[in-house]
């Protein structure tokens, strides 16, 4: 049960399908390893150490799940940076350019 049924059942409602789906859809965690599913190759992920919005581990989860399905990941946890994004965009235009494929 997610945490959207959970919610439900604690106030005596259900749950349409519509919102099920919505729900599976924003889990990248349940898409990836399906054979019907297709997953970029190549991920870059920063997730800042004092980020207050989002745990590191959830960020770290996704990239270990997609390390062990094969894909290409850079994962960093940008030391004493919080949840802000930028935390250095040359480095990632390098990585792309590095994975993109000159004509």
């Given at each position: ?14 749950v349409?399908?519509s919102?099920?789906?919505?729900a599976y859809l ?9 054979d ?8 870059y992920?920063?997730?800042g ?5 989002t ?35 040359d480095?990632?235009?390098?990585w792309?350019a ?5 004509p």
């Amino acid at each position: 049960m997610n945490f959207t049924e959970y919610s439900a059942s604690q106030n005596g409602a259900a749950v349409s399908e519509s919102v099920k789906e919505y729900a599976y859809l924003l889990n990248p965690m349940e898409q990836i390893g399906k054979d019907d599913v297709t997953v970029a190759r190549h991920w870059y992920i920063r997730h800042g150490a004092i980020d207050r919005d989002t745990a590191f581990p959830v960020a770290l989860n996704l990239a270990l799940k997609l390390q062990n399905s094969g894909k290409d990941v850079n994962y960093l946890l940008a030391w004493n940076r919080p949840h802000s994004g930028d935390y250095a965009l040359d480095e990632m235009f390098a990585w792309i350019a590095s994975i993109v494929k000159k004509p």
